[in-house]
Structures are given as structure tokens and as C-alpha cells.
T-cell receptor
């Protein structure tokens, strides 16, 4: 069956360090992968999108990589701050017919001052 | 300000009492969709709409109806709510006909007693 997993439910990290979140998938061939941020009680907010033919994307302190051989995406936040504390979701789109976007369950990141 | 507006924010109802959750976007987006979010299950798509008068089922459509009579509005209808529909609901929209860069509403927390 198709499956998408984010490495851990929760991740604690010291302020100033780089946070690395993992998204692994099986039995998919996604056209692209997206990362969203979700704060408690709020809707997800789009952060980055990376396509299958791209290896890396950056936006300010954020970086995402996409390895279609390993079936894995890594999401990095450099120089992390307490304000980065949130749940981060990865999402895959197969661009195949009417398949909906498939979301991972998220990793709750806590940046400790 | 570009936004997706959902109402109500919180709703408590009883089994069998029909309800509607409204969703409106001011970005002239063609694509709109509804998701539910449950602990341990992540975000799952209920219905989506590629354009006016065009709707289709997502992953978990049972017990829900939608309509798309105008481009900006995409209400979610529960004809006979049941307790297993207690969940956090999100409406989302995007400019393109794909699932790229979704804009999410703030969510509707529904409790069916």
C-alpha cells in the first residue's frame, strides 16, 4: 500500500542549531513534494515545493532536498529560533488522474531557547 | 488580504441535525478542496472542485456533500452528522488546477454529540 512517513512525531532542538526533518515514502512516484507549517489550531501554511527533477530548494533559512532514489525528502531549518516551533507536514502529489494530495502526519518541532 | 475564510470556527451539534460549513476565497482561485484532520491520521481530502459546477470525491467523501455554484464559495454540507464526523475541518484553495501551494482556511472544529 502507499505510505508516507515523517521521521518522528516530535523533535526538540536547541536554539541556533539546524533542525532536520525527514519525509519518507514508499510505493509512490511523486511529481513534486511540498512542505507546510501548521501552528496549533490553525490551517497549514505553504512553505516550499520541490519537483522530481530538482535536488534542492532554498528559501531564507529553509532548505529542502528531494531524493527520488531514496524516496526521501529532508527539510532543514538553519539557525533555528523558538518562533520556528510548530508542526511541519510533508505532502506528495502524484499528478496522476484525480489522486488527492497525500499528507504525512507531521513532525512537531520545539526549538528551546 | 488574500485569504480563505471558513465559518463557523467552532460548532457543536447533535447527531442527525443537518449543518453547513461555509468556505470563501478572495483570490479568484479555480481549485478548492475540503480536508479533515484527525489525531494520528493526518489530513485527508474529502471533496475537491476544479472549477464552478465541477466537484469530485477525495479520499473520505462518505457522509459529506459539496457544491460549487460560484467560483469563490465551496460549502461543505453534512446532511445527517454522526459522531465519527467529529473532526477539525479545513478548506483550501489554489490558483492552478493542481494541488500546488494550497492556501488553507483557519479551520472549523466540529463536535457531533
Amino acid at each position: 500500500s502507499q505510505k508516507i512517513e515523517q521521521n518522528s512525531e516530535a523533535l526538540n532542538i536547541q536554539e541556533g542549531k539546524t533542525a532536520t526533518l525527514t519525509c519518507n515514502y514508499t510505493n509512490y512516484s511523486p511529481a513534486y513534494l511540498q512542505w507546510y507549517r501548521q501552528d496549533p489550531g490553525r490551517g497549514p501554511v505553504f512553505l516550499l515545493l520541490i519537483r522530481e527533477n530538482e535536488k534542492e530548494k532554498r528559501k531564507e533559512r529553509l532548505k529542502v532536498t528531494f531524493d527520488t532514489t531514496l524516496k526521501q525528502s529532508l527539510f532543514h531549518i538553519t539557525a533555528s529560533q523558538p518562533a520556528d516551533s510548530a508542526t511541519y507536514l510533508c505532502a506528495l502529489d502524484l499528478l496522476s488522474g484525480n489522486t488527492p494530495l497525500v499528507f504525512g502526519k507531521g513532525t512537531r518541532l520545539s526549538v528551546i531557547a | 488580504e488574500a485569504q480563505v475564510t471558513q465559518n463557523p470556527r467552532y460548532l457543536i451539534t447533535v447527531t442527525g441535525k443537518k449543518l453547513t460549513v461555509t468556505c470563501s476565497q478572495n483570490m479568484n482561485h479555480e481549485y478548492m478542496s475540503w480536508y479533515r484532520q484527525d489525531p494520528g491520521l493526518g489530513l485527508r481530502q474529502i471533496y475537491y472542485s476544479m472549477n464552478v459546477e465541477v466537484t469530485d470525491k477525495g479520499d473520505v467523501p462518505e457522509g459529506y456533500k459539496v457544491s460549487r455554484k460560484e467560483k469563490r464559495n465551496f460549502p461543505l454540507i453534512l446532511e445527517s452528522p454522526s459522531p465519527n464526523q467529529t473532526s477539525l475541518y479545513f478548506c483550501a484553495s489554489t490558483r492552478t488546477g493542481t494541488n500546488e501551494k494550497l492556501f488553507f482556511g483557519s479551520g472549523t472544529q466540529l463536535s457531533v454529540l
